[in-house]
C-alpha cells in the first residue's frame, strides 16, 4: 500500500518551494527513501529528477510495470534503456533553464560524480538542501498509521517469543525465534538486524547475538522491529530469565526514570537536545551518566535512523507529528546493561506513546 495519491503533489510543490528559495532550477533524488516518499516508487534501481513543473522517474526495463503501478500522474516514467546517466545526460541536454541542480551528495559516490560532471557538463551541480529529509520528520496521517501498524507487529511478535525463552538457548537462537515471529506476525522485513544479547553482554549497546547460553539470573536485551508499507518501528525491552537481583531492578529503575524525564520533555517546539539532557540529568544525578554514552533517541519513518535526532548538540526543534524513540540506557561493563526503547509521537499536547506492551522488569 503506497501513501495516497493527493500526498505526492503536495510533497513536490513543497520540494519546488524549497528550490527557489535556494537558486536551484532542479533537484536530482538518489536516495532510495526520498525517492519513494516523493513519487511512491519502491524500486531498487532509479532517480527522481524534479523540474519547475515536471517530475521524472528514471528506472530500468525490470520496473517498467512496477513503476506504472507505484506512481501517480504527477510523475513521468522514463525507461533508461542506456542506463540511467546516460539517459538523464538526453533528458537534461538542451535545457538551457536548467542550469543548477542540487543532488544528494550524502548518498551520491564520488565516481557517480564524477559522472554526471563528464555527462552534465552545463549543469552546475550543488548540494541539495536536507529539504526531503525535513519533510519527512512530520508524519502525515497515513504514514502515522503503518507506523502504529509496525509497532503493533513487533510487540505481538515479543510477546509470542516470552512464552519460549528458555534457559540454554544461544543468543543466535534467540534473535532468529524473534526474527520468525516477526515474520509471523505480518513484517515486510527486518529494518535492522535483531538484537538479543544475554548476560554480562547487555552492557554491549549494539552488540550482535553470539553462541552464548542463556542462564538462570541473566538479564536479556532486546532491540528489534518490524516494517509495514515501508515504515518502521524500533523497540527494545531488557527482561530478567528468573528472579531479577537487586542491582538489576536498581539499574533497570534508573533508566525508567530516566525514560520518564525524557518523555516528560516532548512537546512541539521544544529542543530536541532538551529531551536528551532530561534524561542524562536523571542518569547523572543517580550516579551513571558515565554509563550512558548514547544519544536519547532519534526519528523513525522510511527508515529507522533519521529526523529529528535527540541528543546533546542538536540544533533541531521537535514539531507536532515528529515519531521519535526514546531510549535512554546503562551499561556496565563485565555485569550488564538495560536499555528500554519506546516509540513516541509528538502531539500537541506532548508525548504519545505508540508502544503499549509495557516496559516494567519481566521476570521469566
Not at 506504472?68 to 542506463?83: C, F, I, T, Y
Not at 563485565?334 to 508502544?355: F, H, K, P, Q
Request: glycine letters at 10%; a negative charge.
Amino acid at each position: 500500500m503506497s501513501a495516497p495519491v493527493e500526498a505526492f503533489p503536495d510533497r513536490l510543490a513543497r520540494l519546488r518551494s524549497d528550490l527557489l528559495r535556494n537558486g536551484l532550477d532542479a533537484a536530482l533524488v538518489t536516495h532510495r527513501p526520498n525517492v519513494r516518499y516523493l513519487s511512491g516508487f519502491t524500486g531498487s534501481s532509479g532517480m527522481l529528477v524534479v523540474l519547475g513543473e515536471e517530475t521524472w522517474l528514471l528506472t530500468d526495463f525490470r520496473y517498467e510495470e512496477q513503476a506504472s503501478q507505484e506512481v501517480g500522474e504527477a510523475v513521468e516514467v522514463v525507461l533508461a534503456r542506456d542506463g540511467l546517466p546516460a539517459t538523464l545526460e538526453k533528458r537534461l541536454g538542451g535545457r538551457l533553464e536548467v542550469r543548477k541542480v542540487g543532488f544528494e551528495a550524502e548518498h551520491v559516490t564520488v565516481r557517480d560524480r564524477r559522472e554526471l560532471g563528464e555527462r552534465c557538463g552545463s549543469v552546475v551541480w550543488e548540494d541539495l538542501p536536507p529539504t526531503v529529509e525535513r519533510l519527512r520528520a512530520v508524519k502525515e496521517p497515513s504514514e502515522l498509521e503503518r507506523i502504529e501498524s509496525a509497532v503493533r507487529i513487533a510487540e505481538q511478535a515479543f510477546e509470542d517469543l516470552l512464552s519460549v525463552i528458555r534457559e540454554g538457548m544461544s543468543e543466535r537462537d534467540l534473535a532468529a525465534e524473534l526474527d520468525y515471529r516477526l515474520a509471523l506476525r505480518g513484517s515486510d522485513g527486518a529494518p535492522f538486524d535483531t538484537i538479543a544479547l544475554s548476560g554480562e553482554r547487555t552492557a554491549l549497546p549494539h552488540g550482535q547475538p553470539s553462541t552464548r547460553r542463556l542462564c538462570e539470573g541473566d538479564l536479556l536485551l532486546l532491540d528489534f522491529g518490524a516494517t509495514r508499507d515501508g515504515y518502521c518501528s524500533d523497540i527494545t525491552r531488557t527482561v530478567a530469565l528468573g528472579r531479577a537481583r537487586p542491582w538489576q531492578r536498581q539499574v533497570h529503575a534508573q533508566v525508567l526514570g530516566a525514560q520518564s524525564a525524557a518523555l516528560e520533555a516532548i512537546r512541539p517546539d521544544r529542543p530536541a537536545a532538551d529531551v536528551d539532557r532530561a534524561a542524562r540529568e536523571h542518569l547523572e544525578a543517580a550516579g551513571l551518566g558515565d554509563r550512558f554514552g548514547h544519544s536519547v533517541g532519534h526519528g523513525i519513518g522510511l527508515e529507522v535512523h533519521e529526523g529529528p535526532r535527540l541528543y546533546r548538540a542538536s540544533k533541531e526543534t521537535l514539531a507536532a507529528g515528529n515519531v521519535v524513540t526514546v531510549e535512554p540506557g546503562v551499561y556496565l561493563p563485565g555485569r550488564g546493561g538495560v536499555r528500554i526503547e519506546e516509540d513516541v509521537a509528538v502531539a500537541a499536547d506532548g508525548a504519545r506513546i505508540l508502544t503499549t506492551s509495557g516496559s516494567a522488569l519481566r521476570e521469566l
